[in-house]
C-alpha cells in the first residue's frame, strides 16, 4: 500500500514506468510477431542492444542511490557489478557440459587449458541455476558489507572514501586478470551456449532476457522510490547534508549507509546478472576503474538524486555512445566529450533537472 | 555424581540468559540527587594545548544555567565532551548518577537524552521544517524501523505543539533552506524539543538576531527550562541577564566564578579576564 502511495507522488517516475512496461512488452512482440523485412519488426540486433543499456540504466539506478540521496560517490560500483555478472556467468558456464572444445563434461574449457584437474571448490553449486542466483546478489552485498563497515565504522567521507571505492574494483580488475584466480583470467568467461535449457542464439531466448532486464529495471526502480520516500529516504538526504548533526539526532548513521550500500550493490549485480547472458561474455575490464567512473557521468547526465534522472542518463549517453561510434567513427570521441561539457555547461542539474526547470518555469507563467 | 549435576543446574537452568546474551540497555537516568549532570576533573589537550583544564561542573534538574567565558574559554569544547564528540585525557562525566557519559558515543548520548544545537544553525536544508521535526522525533532509530515508518496521529501532534511553540506554523511546508536566520535557530530548538532530553546544550543561541528575535528566543528557553535541564552558552551580555538564574565563568579551561548574574558582575576576577575587557 505504502509502496503504490510513494509511486504516486512521483509523477515522472509513474510516465517512465509506463513507457518501460510498454516497452518490455512491445519490443520482443515486435521482434517475435512481425517477420523480417515487416515495418514493424524490430531485429533482435536492436533488442538485445536495448536491453544492455536497459541494464546499465539499472547500475545507474543503484549508483544514484548512494550518490544522489547518500552523497557517497562510489568509483567503484563496477566491482559489483562484475561480481554479478560472474557469479551469472559461472552458471552458464556450467551449462555448456561437454559441448566446450575439449569436450570435458565437469571442467570448463580455460581450466583444461591451465592442466586442472578437478573444479575449484569455489566453482561448486553454480550448476544449479537458483544457488546461482543466490550468488548473483550474496556475492555483490557480502563485498559491500564486508567494505562499508570498515569504511563507514572509520568515518572515511568524501574524496577518500571515492579513491578507496575505486582502488576496491581495481584491485578486483587484478586479482581477476590472474590464471590462477579460477575466473578464466584476461579472457573471462565466453561461450555461452544456453540458459535454464533455452540456446542463448535464439531469438525468443534474447526476447526473454530483454523482458527480465525491463522487469528487474522496474523492480529496482519501485523498490529506490519507496526508500527514497520512506522516512530512511529522509534520514539519508539528511546524511547527505549534515552528517554529524544526524548522529547527534540519534541516528545510526554508518548502519544506514551500510544499509543503503549493500541494497545499491545487490541492485548493481542483479544489472551484471542480466547483462552478461545478453552480451555474451564477462571479463575482467568490468572492473576497470573507467567503467566505474562512467556510470557516475551517466547519473550526473541524467540528474542526481531523481531515480529517473539516472535511468534516462544511462539511455541517452549509451545510445549516444553507440549511434556516434557508428556515425563518426573516428570522431566519436569527441562528441561524447561535447555531450559532457554541453550538459554541464547548460544543465547542472542534469537532463531532468532541465525539464523540471522548463515545467516551473511554465507554471509561474 | 548427583551433586555435580546439582552445581551444573544453574548453568543449565532454562531461564538463564548469560550475561553476554543480554542486550546493553542503557540504565534508565536516575535523578536522586537532583543533579542531572556532573563533570568532575576533566582535562583535555590538543596537540599540548590545554582547552580544558581540571573542569569541575555541576548542573541542578531542571536547571537554566548560563555559560559565559572570553573565546578560547574551552565553552564548545566541554559540549564536545559531554556530547560523545571529544573523549577527555582525564576525568569524569556522568548524566544523572548512573550513566557514565565517557562510555558512549555520539548516538547513544543522544538516546540517553542530552540534545545540542550547535552555534551556526544546522538544519536540514533540502528538507521542510515539518520534515526537520519529523526526522528529530524521539523513537526507535533503527534502519528497518525508519524504512517502515509512518506518523501516528499521536506524532503528528507532537509535530504541530512543536511548530505552535517555535511559532513556525505557517512555515511547516517550506524548505528549511528559505528560513530566516532567527527561524532556523528556533527550528532547531524545537528539533531539540522533539528529541524530547533531559538536558539541552544550546551553543550562542541569539548570535545574529534582532532584539525582537532575542525576546523571543528568551521567552522559548523559559519555556524549555523547568521539563528540561538548560545549558546556554552566550556571549550577549543583555541576553543573559533576561535569562539567567545561575552563571558560570569559564577561563582557560577551567571555572572562574559561579554565581547570579549581580555576583558575577561584581567578581574582581572576572571583572579583569572578561567583563572590563
Known sequence: MSIIKSLYRDKVGMVMLTLLTLMAVII?????????????????????????????????????????????????????????????????????????????????????????????????????????????????????????????????????????????????????????????????????????????????????????????????????????????????????????????????????????????????????????????????????????????????????????????????????????????????LFGLGALFILVTLFLPQGISGGITALFKKKEAR | MMATLESMHPVFSRNEVFEFLKPEVPPSLDLDRGVILYLEGISVSFDGFKAINDLNLYIDDGELRCIIGPNGAGKTTMMDIITGKTTPDTGSAWFGQNINLLKLDEPEIAAAGIGRKFQKPTVFENHTTYENLELAMAGNKGIMATLGAKLSSEQQDRIAEALMLIGLVEQAKIQAGALSHGQKQWLEIGMLLMQNPKLVLIDEPVAGMTHQEMDRTAELLHNLAGEHSVVVVEHDMDFIRSIAQKVTVLHQGSVLAEGNMDDIQNNQKVIEVYLGG
Open chain 1, 28 to 332: 520482443p512482440a515486435c521482434n517475435q510477431v512481425f517477420p523480417e523485412g515487416h515495418t514493424f519488426h524490430i531485429s533482435t540486433f536492436t533488442m538485445t542492444l536495448l536491453g544492455k543499456y536497459l541494464c546499465y540504466a539499472l547500475l545507474a539506478l543503484s549508483v544514484d542511490l548512494v550518490w544522489g540521496y547518500l552523497g557517497i560517490l562510489s568509483l567503484g560500483h563496477g566491482a559489483f557489478f562484475g561480481l554479478g555478472g560472474y557469479a551469472m556467468g559461472m552458471y552458464l558456464m556450467r551449462q555448456i557440459g561437454d559441448r566446450g572444445v575439449y569436450g570435458n563434461p565437469l571442467l570448463p574449457d580455460f581450466m583444461v587449458f591451465l592442466n586442472w584437474q578437478e573444479l575449484p571448490w569455489f566453482w561448486h553449486g553454480f550448476n544449479w541455476f537458483a544457488f546461482a542466483m543466490l550468488m548473483v546478489m550474496l556475492a555483490p552485498a557480502a563485498l559491500a558489507f564486508i567494505f562499508g563497515w570498515f569504511a563507514f565504522k572509520s568515518r572515511v567521507t568524501g574524496v577518500y572514501l571515492s579513491i578507496i571505492t575505486q582502488a576496491m574494483t581495481y584491485a578486483l580488475l587484478l586479482a581477476f586478470f590472474r590464471n590462477e584466480m579460477g575466473f578464466g583470467g584476461n579472457n573471462g568467461l565466453t561461450d555461452f551456449k544456453d540458459i535454464l535449457g533455452f540456446s542463448l542464439q535464439n531469438d525468443a531466448t534474447k526476447a526473454g532476457l530483454f523482458m527480465a532486464s525491463a522487469i528487474a529495471l522496474i523492480l529496482g526502480y519501485i523498490s529506490c522510490r519507496y526508500i527514497t520516500q520512506s522516512k530512511l529516504g529522509r534520514v539519508c538526504t539528511a546524511i547527505r547534508d549534515q552528517e554529524s548533526r544526524v548522529r547527534f539526532l540519534g541516528y545510526r548513521v554508518e548502519h544506514a549507509k551500510l544499509f543503503i550500500f549493500t541494497f545499491s550493490a545487490v541492485l548493481a549485480g542483479i544489472a551484471g546478472a542480466l547483462y552478461v547472458p545478453q552480451v555474451g561474455i564477462i571479463n575482467p575490464t568490468e572492473f576497470s576503474p573507467l567503467n566505474s567512473i562512467e556510470i557516475v557521468i551517466w547519473v550526473a547526465v541524467g540528474g542526481r538524486a531523481t531515480l529517473y534522472g539516472a535511468v534516462a542518463g544511462a539511455l541517452v549517453v549509451n545510445y549516444a555512445k553507440s549511434y556516434l561510434t557508428a556515425a563518426f567513427p573516428d570522431a566519436w
